[in-house]
């Protein structure tokens, strides 16, 4: 009997066996040098299936040598471009001519390729599937009852994670390190099962790695050159959960059921996400729910009335095209990782399915980062409605993701009002998370911390008392809003400011390649100093440019020369102390405040003037007190008119 293999034989590993058990004894065997091309560019690549072909070569020829059988190489070697195109068939077309010169018996365990090769009226052996009951691989010697997952490299002794999720810790199984021979055997029968059995799959395929799902056991077999040696890590699930064995299952079953469909699970890794997501499945689907899921790998354990998809053609967006055809009720996305997945996710949730995802991440601030970076903030709520966090197995907290348009917390005023989206405490109610724009990026801004109370820093001070704001230009001044319950701190210690300082500096400087120096005198003032030369172009035409600029950030601001700021850090500053205005009106001076005393004037709204010249409004607090930023420009000049022997004079509104 002459036979001719196909590389998908060799890669199967069966015609070894096949005359182990004494059915092709005596044959003779001729491999195609079309083959060995392919078999050697599929290890090149670093593909494991590659190497599996090759030991299965080896197997033959150690049979040759035994005269078991007889074994020929015929053909001539593909050419690369040949070797290019084996996808469409060119590598298969030459197999089977070499079958029809030696009028051999073509053996594949190819479907298409045994059609093809019957229509060409050759003799085929189609070595179908096998399905039924399988023996235990050699990995499954490192797992018991308490095992997680195993871990083996060459030259290293074997190790394996047990315990529980709540309590896991590393253990060697055995003093011998594994070889690279015991792990390869491994890998090999570790591929031929994936290819045989129903339940197994061949998930990724890359140069260096090869990633196989058996039933429920992941399997990553990396090697040379992707890792420094070869290694095979295992993954088994080691408890089978239902959603009512979780503590607030009544909750996740009534939300998920009811018109907030969009669910992300959150926790890092192997916190148990992925079970708790198994077990969501499993319950929507016994509840007559239609339930697909997205995984790349396919590592779910679900009934069989669950369909599990992966890629189609690389690529999540594809897969995500067929579900919308395929109108389930819910979608399980396992995991959420890259930028497509997040906007495929969107999409799908927005079009109207329910939606589970899986998302690794330490807290909800972080999962809500991810999700921000992708996902405009404004529609996030119309996304995701409810967010559980799981640690070692546990749900410890459910938190409600809405909308509403507000002043976010640690904001100053109603001038700040705008979009926000909140996450909250569902049990408590406690504001955790403000999510909204601010100085054009997407601030997520949690408001405690999630183990704990403790607030966050505002990003923008509070204001108790402000007055009118308008734009002013060149020297012309406007009424400056002042706090009047305090001393105001220094810029550095006000992150706001600082971050509304480099905003203006930015937008000015589209203006101005030269000197620029920003001060905020206030949450909703500033002074900007440009060369002298600059000055026309930054206010424009009309004022065009600075309107233009205080319209877009929500600041008036006050244009100066660059002559006035160096008058001005020239002046000898005055020493701490005090200075009699005269009519029981007094001002204060330390290292940081100035203030105003003015007690008849007590809780009086006021124009302060110097001279003639009307400086600012304010108004004085309830003990008769007024309080600038020493440094500000407001208490600059009031200080100068002063020593130029202005009279300093307050006037009620």
């Known amino acids: 009997m002459i036979l001719v293999p196909d590389t998908s034989v060799l ?95 073509f053996i594949t365990s190819d479907f298409v390729q045994a059609e093809v090769a019957r229509a060409k009226g050759l003799d085929v052996i189609y070595l179908k599937p096998q399905v ?33 999720i709540n309590d896991m810790k590393l253990v060697k199984i055995r003093e011998q390190p594994t070889s690279e021979y015991e792990l390869r055997a491994m890998a090999q029968e570790i591929l031929e099962r994936a290819k045989r059995d129903p339940d197994g799959f061949i998930e990724v395929e890359k140069r260096g790695i090869t990633v196989v799902q058996i039933g429920s056991m992941r399997i990553a077999i990396a090697r040379r050159p992707f890792s420094d040696g070869m290694e095979i890590t295992a993954v088994r699930p080691i408890v089978d959960v239902t959603l009512k064995d979780y503590a607030k299952a009544d909750l996740i079953t009534r939300r998920i059921t009811s018109e907030k469909r969009g669910m992300i699970i959150v926790g890092s890794p192997g916190s148990g996400k992925t079970t708790l997501a198994q077990s969501v499945a499993t319950y929507l689907s016994d509840s007559g729910f239609v339930v697909k899921t997205m995984e790349a790998p396919r590592e779910l354990q679900v009934p069989d009335q669950i369909t599990q998809y992966t890629m189609l053609d690389g690529s999540m967006a594809n897969t995500a095209d067929v579900l919308l055809l395929v109108r389930p009720d819910f979608v399980i996305f396992d995991e959420l990782r890259k930028n497509e997945d997040f906007n495929v996710f969107a999409d799908m949730r927005l079009a109207g399915l329910g939606m589970v995802g899986v998302i690794h991440a330490n807290g909800v601030q972080d999962a809500i980062q991810r999700f921000s970076d992708r996902v405009d903030f404004s529609v996030l709520s119309q996304i995701v409605n409810t967010i559980i966090f799981v640690k070692q197995g546990v749900i410890t907290k ?220 304010a108004t004085v607090n309830e003990t008769g007190e007024i309080h600038l930023a020493k440094n500000s420009s407001i208490a600059q000049e009031m200080i100068r008119r002063y020593q130029n022997g202005e009279i300093i004079r307050l006037r009620p509104v």
């Open 11 to 105: 890669i199967d590993g069966r015609i070894t066996s096949m005359i182990k058990a004494g059915e092709y004894k005596g044959a003779t065997i001729i491999v195609p040098e079309a083959v060995i091309a392919e078999l050697e560019a599929q290890a090149n690549n670093g593909r494991e299936i590659g190497f599996s072909g090759l030991n299965e070569l080896q197997q033959l020829s150690k049979m040759a040598e035994e005269k078991t059988i007889e074994l020929k190489f015929s053909g001539i070697r593909p050419t690369l471009e040949q070797v290019k195109l084996a996808s469409g068939g060119e590598i298969d077309a030459m197999i089977r001519s070499i079958a029809i010169d030696n009028k051999a018996r």
């Open 398 to 617: 459910i938190y409600d993701v809405g909308f509403t348009i507000k002043v976010p917390e640690g904001m100053a005023n109603e001038m700040h009002l705008r979009p926000v989206t909140i996450v909250t405490d569902h049990e408590t109610g406690e504001l955790v998370i403000d999510v909204f724009r601010y100085d054009g990026e997407t601030i997520v801004m949690p408001m405690t911390a999630v183990t704990g109370s403790l607030k966050t820093t505002p990003l923008v001070p509070q204001v108790q008392n402000v007055g009118a704001s308008v734009a002013s230009v060149g020297n012309m001044r406007s009424p400056v809003p002042l706090q009047d319950a305090g001393p105001k701190k220094e810029n550095e210690e006000r992150p706001g400011w600082k971050l509304m300082e480099k905003e203006i500096q930015r937008e000015i400087g589209r203006y101005t390649e030269g000197f620029v120096n920003v001060q905020m005198i206030s949450d909703t003032k500033a002074i900007v100093y440009i060369d002298d030369m600059d000055v026309p172009a930054a206010i424009g035409k009309g004022g065009k440019n600075i309107s233009a600029i205080v319209n877009k950030i929500g600041i008036g601001i006050d244009i100066k020369p660059r002559s006035d700021f160096e008058r001005q850090q020239m002046q000898p500053q005055k020493s701490d102390g005090e200075f009699n205005l005269g009519g029981g009106i007094k001002i204060q001076t330390d290292k940081k405040q100035l203030t105003i005393v003015a007690p008849d004037q007590s809780g009086k709204i006021v124009d302060v003037f110097a001279g003639k010249e009307y400086l600012f409004t």
């Open 132 to 164: 039924g009951d399988f023996g235990p691989l050699a990995i499954d010697q490192f797992f018991d009852e308490h095992t997680i997952a195993v871990y083996l490299k060459e030259r290293v002794a074997p190790s394996a994670k047990k315990g529980s």
